[in-house]
């Protein structure tokens, strides 16, 4: 992605050919897209973000053959048009929207919404129409249109009495020349437009228009009220036909108000999972029953270790019994250090037999880790492995009784022993604790989550009702290990262990896949991009006996499931959202088009599983409209029972449910998301991954959002890279993963794509492009932070136009008058590559930039020339060739 001093970077929408985002708002609310007059663009609407509420982000449409677009054909087909934007308009349909056209913008607008409607997507929560006679009454004389009006009869009867151009513009022949055929082709799409009757929209309409406008009748604008199934209103507005400009500070007070009160009354971030009955049994109980229906069937797999259902029920049976008669009573700890292997899950199942609590700790983590969670724990017995206890400290081995299951452990216990027939296995309450996961939390503090027996069973039996298992399946198991061994073990199914030494090697991981004929498995989004991503791989053989593979724990880029897709289209990919304090709280197959809702960057996790429920809330605890962002809260049988001895931690993330009548209680996720219309979670990323950056307050996940939005990008993560001296973040460094197939874009067009997204504050310095994102073997394959490279200096973000200073006199005059036209305070931040559109220029300051510099200069510069000329160096080196000279 590196650039070269002499390239000179063209124009660049900011957020795609069709729509300019004016002024990025990542963390509004709602999206208003705004369609401008005939022969205008969408600087037009420039003033309005800093004359909205921050809650909303403005839009402008970008026709062809004008402003950043004037090199290309004008478009003179409304079909056209309408379909181009509302396949770019797509994208962005993830939070609430509306429509604002001005005269005939309001044409475009009305048409983009009936095809968003035909499409069946999420419709806006307002049409607004300003200036325009109804699309069903034909306003024009057929026989003398106005497109094919003489260009004095055009300016006379249309430009100077609608009031589109002052005095000194209209008689500007150069601007004239600039606009006429803009001007006509605008008309000619509109009076070659012919409106087809269909049902009325489900959007309300506010019609408005000036009062002293000649152009429209207000019998014409309430025309309008037909055409819509929902509230209508007819406003009127003190001014002409450019009323919206004359009386603009009305116009955006009542636009503002408008969408307040259609937020208030949208739908809000509440839903519910499906009702569905489950067992009332601890998870051991049900494996029980399971060992008894298939007693000779092969249970586990690890190598040439297997258990059938008979052997693994009985030697959990005695391993509990000993367990007992070492005085383990219920809602005991009991620990288990062990990497991946049968004896981790005969302890498990052990140690709920013996109505204790297992608490699993990973073999990766560092010794002072251990240390601090066994310590936090008090558990007071751990079952381990020779060669994992041997190495340790003393002072951790000390804190602890430890029992270690090597090579003929069985025999060294006694399980042989006829006695332990005789020790009794207590009756365990399936509200009671079953296991609790240890995680060093935020703050770096270690905190134990305790999970019930009913929170497991509820979300294995939702896979279980929409996923159920066939004939011969065969289930990987190793990432989340301890949640997800038990999901084959209940139906009867086999558990294949994948060896840690397999699980972070691609190319052993997926012949590990064929080779037993891997049928399901969980694991985390970045393990499977980087076996996606790996070359050399024949993943289309070695995954054709795949049928469903969950991805958790991550966020998820839409890209990820058609990668997965075009290896193996048999199968089913679902993305699923939860936490150790939720288990397992949301689910979706995503679709083959990439996921629910495809063209949005980040996949949707899908609505709450059965019995679950999900809000999105502001910070005061009210639900949000749906499409707003919020924290994400999750409440259900399947939330955690709290934090181990933690009663501080607990009230904070464990809260009452205020939405509910009947109460209870829901977890706090700090996860900001939002729910789609229909229901659907998008998780964005963490609440906590903000940072202060030069004063200004950035969500790293905004930052991330933003980059998987660009289709050459398929994976994200942004660090703040610290200053030494300060203490403090200095900038972002973005990492990234390329599509597959698709060449890595050049630093400009990146800078500029993201430059329509974000404010400049959260543009990152450096986008350091990887091969895949490194994985933490420690954290259930999650992605691995510390281990991202210090970025080299080629990777710089930076458009070359931003960079290149003056090369002499000339380029020094013309850019003082830029800076002083286009309104910019700092003269430095204009380079001599930057575009006059680009920054803001139209065809009125290109006027005012012509006449400051032939009046100040003595030039002979034309308007036209500002466009065909569009930066400071093409313009300095055109009045050059004159022999152009700056005055001193």
């Known amino acids: 992605m590196t650039s070269t001093g002499t390239t000179t970077a063209p124009a660049a929408m900011a957020a795609g050919d069709w729509l300019i985002n004016l002024e990025p708002r990542p963390e509004a609310h709602l999206r208003l897209f705004c369609a401008h007059h005939a022969g205008g663009s969408a600087q037009y609407f420039d003033p309005w973000p800093a004359g909205l509420p921050a809650e909303f982000e403005v839009y402008g449409v970008n026709l062809p053959g004008r402003g950043l677009r004037r090199i290309e054909p004008l478009v003179r087909d409304l079909a056209t048009i309408v379909t181009a934007l509302a396949d770019e308009m797509e994208q962005y349909l993830d939070r609430p929207y509306a429509l604002f056209g001005d005269s005939i913008g309001a044409l475009v607008s009305y048409e983009v919404i009936r095809e968003l409607q035909r499409r069946g997507a999420p419709l806006p929560v307002r049409l607004f129409a300003s200036g325009m006679v109804a699309p069903q009454i034909v306003w024009w004389d057929p026989d003398a249109p106005l497109h094919k009006t003489a260009d004095a009869a055009l300016f006379d009867g249309l430009v100077h009495d609608a009031g589109m151009l002052d005095a000194v513009s209209l008689a500007n022949d150069e601007l004239r020349q600039v606009m006429l055929p803009v001007l006509r082709a605008d008309l000619e799409m509109a009076e070659t437009y012919a409106h087809q009757p269909g049902p009325p929209l489900a959007v309300p309409i506010t019609a408005s228009r000036g009062d002293d406008d000649t152009l429209l009748t207000p019998e014409q604008l309430e025309g309008w009220s037909a055409l819509t199934g929902a509230e209508f209103e007819h406003l009127t507005f003190p001014g002409a036909h450019f009323y919206s400009q004359q009386s603009q500070p009305e116009v955006l007070a009542m636009i503002a108000d408008r969408l307040r009160s259609d937020l208030a009354t949208r739908p809000v971030s509440v839903a519910d999972g499906d009702a569905h009955p489950y067992p009332d049994q601890c998870l051991h109980e049900i494996f029980a029953e399971q060992a008894k229906k298939t007693p000779d069937a092969t249970a586990l797999v690890q190598h040439d270790k297997t258990y059938t ?105 006694g399980l042989d022993d006829p006695g332990l027939a005789d020790v009794a296995l207590p009756i365990v309450a399936p509200d009671a604790v079953a296991f609790m996961s240890m995680s060093s939390g935020t703050s770096g503090a270690p905190k134990g989550i305790c999970q019930s027996h009913r929170a497991a069973v509820n979300a294995y039996w939702h896979r279980y009702v929409y996923a159920p298992y066939g004939d011969d399946e065969h289930e990987a198991c190793n990432v989340y290990f301890i949640w997800y061994v038990w999901l084959p073990l209940l139906q009867g199914a086999v558990a294949y262990i994948v060896p840690d030494d397999v699980i972070y090697d691609p190319a052993l991981l997926v012949a590990y896949i064929e080779d037993h004929r891997i049928t399901r498995s969980t694991i985390s989004p970045s393990l499977l991009e980087s076996v996606l991503r790996t070359p050399g791989l024949d993943l289309a053989t070695a995954f054709a006996s795949l049928r469903n593979v969950t991805i958790i724990g991550e966020v998820v880029p839409s890209t990820l499931a058609t990668e997965f897709y075009a290896v193996a289209p048999h199968a089913t990919l679902t993305q699923g959202y939860g936490c150790a304090e939720t288990h397992d709280a949301a689910s979706t197959p995503l679709a083959h088009t990439g996921a629910s809702g495809a063209r949005l960057p980040v996949a949707s996790t899908g609505g709450p599983q059965m019995n679950q429920r999900m809000y999105v809330l502001d910070e005061t605890g009210v639900p949000q409209a749906r499409g707003v962002t919020g924290e994400l809260y999750v409440g259900g049988p399947s939330i955690a029972e709290g934090y181990f001895r933690d009663e501080t931690n607990t009230n904070l993330r464990f809260v009452p449910d205020p939405v509910r009548p009947e109460g209870g209680t829901m977890f706090k996720t700090g996860d900001r998301a939002r729910m789609l219309p229909d229901g659907t979670i998008q998780v964005l990323g963490r609440i906590d991954s903000m940072v202060k950056l030069r004063g200004y307050s950035v969500m790293l996940g905004v930052v991330e959002g933003a980059l998987l939005g660009h289709p050459a990008i398929a994976r994200a993560t942004v660090v703040p890279a610290i200053d030494d001296a300060t203490g403090r973040p200095d900038h972002l460094v973005a990492y990234v993963v390329w599509s597959a197939d698709t060449d890595a874009p050049p630093a400009w067009e990146l800078w500029r794509f993201l430059g329509g997204q974000l404010p400049h504050y959260a543009m990152p310095a450096f986008v350091v492009p990887m091969a895949a994102l490194p994985i933490d073997a420690s954290s259930n394959s999650k992605l691995d932070r510390r281990s991202l490279p210090e970025p080299d200096p080629e990777y710089r973000l930076t458009s070359v136009a931003a960079t290149v200073a003056p090369r002499h006199a000339i380029d020094e005059a013309i850019r003082a008058e830029w800076v002083v036209v286009l309104g910019v305070g700092d003269p430095d931040t204009v380079g001599i590559d930057d575009d006059f559109a680009a920054l803001g220029g139209h065809s009125l300051l290109a006027a005012e930039l012509c006449g400051r510099l032939n009046d100040v200069h003595a030039g002979a510069l034309r308007v036209v020339e500002v466009f065909t000329h569009p930066t400071v160096r093409q313009l300095a080196d055109l009045v050059s060739e004159r022999g152009w000279r700056p005055e001193a």
Not at 313 to 336: M, Q
Not at 353 to 374: D, Q, S, V
Not at 377 to 392: C, G, I, Q, T
């Open 309 to 413: 259902y008979r052997q693994l029920d009985a030697e959990t049976d005695a391993l509990a019994r000993w367990l007992v008669t070492r005085g383990v009573k219920p809602g005991d700890l009991v620990g288990i250090l062990m990497e991946r292997c049968p004896e981790h899950v005969v302890a498990l199942i052990a140690i709920n037999k013996a109505g204790g609590i297992f608490m699993p700790l990973e073999a990766a983590y560092p010794a002072t880790t251990m240390e601090t969670f066994i310590r936090t724990s008090e558990a007071r017995l751990f079952l381990s492995k020779p060669a994992l206890v041997d190495p340790m400290l003393d002072t951790l081995r000390g804190r602890c009784e430890w029992v270690t299951l090597g090579p003929g452990w069985q025999d060294e216990l």
